[in-house]
């Protein structure tokens, strides 16, 4: 992206509207209700031909102390140190205030460039907010209407000639997941070397879990500073945010997301809103770390968001937070490991790293778990070692025989990487039992050192398109062979 622009303003002048129409897509919560947005949110915004990022931010309050509008009113003013550009917003039906005064007086200091952005002026309504906003000394206000999208291309000519003043940034991609692997490629080793993470592509996590179990906390601690919105209340975090850092020398982006809770329990619009933008941080990301409270782990809820993220087709990772607090270290650990197994079989192998958000200890293991999972996500195994493998494993414990026909496995090879995906050509493919699927996938788990990662396993049969299909086995003579066989013809 060409440069950064926060929206900065008092609470509900439709900071987050702007920003979700910038983006293109509702990313940021919106509402009537005043202070919805209470962490800084990034986004990829898309203004004609101009590609740039927004950063959404919390209504900036008059308050200093630590109260939870006191953290807000922090971070909004490190987005604006942060920033490229700040567009300030007020309303323009409501009118210049004296707390308006007071921000731009801030914003004057902190930064070199701020536009002065006019909310809510559609019609005679906003002309006196926007005449008022000369007093406030930004040069000439510009009208906007983020709810209906006027002003638009007045913002555009704004910023369009910052464009070649900033250096060109990398921008910020979904990752790659479900990535195709050719025939060539079945047969080679795997460079090592294809997806390590790198400052133009990092390292994609996602950290989700119920709320209050110290995920912002715990994300702080790893970026070494207060990015993220903490505190001792239960789902302060509503929307999915995402920092770029470089963590013990591996480059990542990372995602702090809202707590999910029960269904039962989400009663509130906003909260309801907050696991839908979690779910979706889930979507970007290529490793999940599952945060547990080291208190009350593995409950119903927990369950649900390991078996949504390993459903996503994400490598997987369990953490569980706050052991500085743990007396009994080696009888909890062995208690957590057992219900692991028990509890997740869909994610057997998958590291449980125990870890302190307060204390930073365990961050280090946590990080050598990602990297590891995130390398067997990207695992490409050939074709050959896959059927010897294969040859092994129906040795050891033949196929079913449905109605008293063996089902033939003929070859198996690899079709798809992040996660890895294999298909098995074999005969009557409809018939093949679920526990010898199981007995396949963690055998692969297994023999291949896979553990935390999903693995797609089809079976395939004989007639339907196939990679390595041998041509001679399909001449005339053969068919007509086969015709008679099985026709009597």
Same mark, same amino acid.
């Given at each position: 992206?060409?440069?950064?622009?926060a929206?900065?303003g008092?609470p509900n002048?439709?900071?987050?509207?702007?920003?979700?129409? %910038?983006?293109g897509r509702?990313?940021a919560?919106?509402?009537?209700?005043?202070g919805?947005?209470?962490d800084?949110?990034?986004?990829?915004a898309k203004?004609? =031909?101009?590609?740039?990022t927004?950063?959404d931010?919390?209504?900036?309050?008059?308050?200093?102390?630590d109260s939870l509008?006191?953290?807000m009113?922090?971070l909004?003013e490190?987005?604006?140190?942060?920033a490229?550009v700040?567009?300030?917003?007020?309303?323009g039906?409501?009118?210049?205030?004296? #707390?308006d005064?007071t921000f731009?007086?801030i %914003?004057r200091k902190?930064s070199a460039?701020?536009i002065?952005g006019?909310?809510?002026?559609?019609g005679?309504?906003g002309?006196a907010?926007a005449?008022?906003?000369?007093s406030l000394?930004?040069?000439?206000p510009?009208?906007?209407s983020?709810e209906?999208?006027?002003?638009?291309d007045?913002l555009?000519?704004?910023?369009?000639?910052l464009?070649?003043e900033?250096?060109e940034?990398?921008?910020?991609?979904?990752p790659?997941t479900?990535?195709?692997v050719?025939?060539?490629?079945a047969?080679?080793?795997q =460079?090592? =070397?294809?997806f390590?993470p790198?400052?133009k592509?990092p390292?994609?996590?996602?950290v989700i879990g119920?709320p209050?179990?110290?995920?912002s906390?715990?994300?702080n601690k790893?970026?070494g500073?207060?990015?993220?919105l903490?505190?001792?209340?239960a789902?302060?975090t509503?929307?999915?945010i995402?920092?770029k850092?470089?963590?013990?020398?591996?480059p990542?982006?990372?995602?702090?997301t809202?707590g999910?809770?029960k269904?039962a329990?989400?009663n509130?619009?906003?909260?309801?809103?907050?696991?839908?933008?979690?779910?979706r941080a889930?979507?970007?990301?290529e490793?999940?770390?599952?945060l547990?409270?080291?208190?009350?782990?593995?409950e119903?809820?927990?369950?649900?968001?390991?078996?949504?993220?390993?459903?996503e087709?994400?490598?997987v990772?369990?953490?569980?937070?706050?052991?500085?607090l743990?007396?009994?270290?080696q009888?909890? %650990?062995?208690?957590?490991k057992?219900?692991f197994?028990r509890?997740l079989p869909?994610?057997r192998?998958a590291?449980?790293i125990?870890? #302190?958000g307060?204390t930073?200890?365990g961050?280090?293991?946590?990080?050598d778990?990602?990297?590891k999972?995130?390398?067997?996500?990207n695992?490409r195994?050939?074709?050959?070692r896959?059927n010897?493998?294969?040859?092994?494993?129906?040795?050891?414990h033949?196929p079913p025989?449905?109605q008293?026909?063996?089902?033939?496995?003929r070859y198996?090879?690899?079709?798809k990487?992040?996660?890895?995906?294999?298909?098995v050509m074999?005969?009557?493919p409809?018939d093949?039992?679920?526990?010898?699927?199981?007995?396949l996938?963690?055998g692969?788990?297994?023999?291949? =050192?896979?553990p935390g990662?999903?693995?797609?396993?089809t079976f395939?049969?004989q007639?339907e398109k196939?990679?390595?299909r041998n041509p001679?086995?399909h001449t005339?003579s053969r068919?007509r062979?086969h015709?008679?066989?099985n026709t009597?013809?």
């Open positions: 992206m060409s440069f950064t622009l929206i900065v008092r002048v439709g900071k987050s509207t702007l920003f979700n129409r %910038l983006v509702k990313l919560l919106v509402d009537d209700q005043p919805v947005t209470r800084l949110r990034e986004g990829d203004l004609f =031909d101009l590609r740039f927004v950063i931010t919390a209504g900036l309050e008059e308050v200093t102390d509008q006191g953290r009113r922090r909004t490190r987005a604006v140190d942060m490229d700040c567009l300030f917003l007020i309303d039906r409501v009118g210049v205030t004296p #707390s005064e731009a007086d %914003l902190k460039r701020v002065l006019v909310n809510k002026a559609e005679k309504a002309d907010g005449l008022e906003g000369w000394g930004l040069g000439e510009l009208r906007l983020a209906h999208g006027e002003g638009m007045d555009y000519t704004l910023l369009k000639p464009e070649g900033f250096a940034r990398e921008a910020e991609n979904t790659l479900e990535v195709d050719s025939e060539e490629e047969e080679l080793e =460079d090592a =070397d294809a390590r790198t400052e592509k390292l994609q996590i996602a119920r209050n179990a110290g995920k906390t715990l994300i790893i970026l500073y207060d990015r993220l903490t505190g001792p209340e789902g302060i509503r929307d999915a995402s920092v850092t470089n963590w013990l020398g591996t990542i982006k990372i995602f702090d809202a999910m809770r269904k329990r989400i509130e619009k906003l909260e309801k809103l907050s696991v839908s933008d979690g779910i889930v979507r970007f990301a490793v999940i770390v599952v547990l409270d080291v208190d009350i782990p593995f119903v809820q927990d369950l649900r968001i390991a078996d949504f993220a390993e459903t087709g994400r490598a990772v369990i953490a569980v937070n706050k052991w500085d743990e007396d009994e270290k009888e909890k %650990l062995a208690e957590l057992e219900m197994e509890l869909q994610l192998g590291p449980l125990t870890v #302190s307060k930073g200890r961050l280090d293991r946590l990080h778990a990602i990297l999972v995130h390398e067997t996500w695992k195994i050939p074709t050959a896959l010897t493998w294969l040859g092994a494993m129906t040795e050891a033949p025989a449905p008293g026909r063996r089902i033939k496995l198996m090879t690899q079709v990487q992040r996660p890895p995906g294999f298909i074999c005969s009557h409809d093949m039992a679920d526990s010898y699927r199981r007995y996938v963690n692969l788990r297994e023999h291949f =050192d896979m990662v999903p693995i797609r396993l395939r049969g007639g196939n990679p390595f001679k086995f005339p068919l062979k015709k008679e066989k009597g013809e």
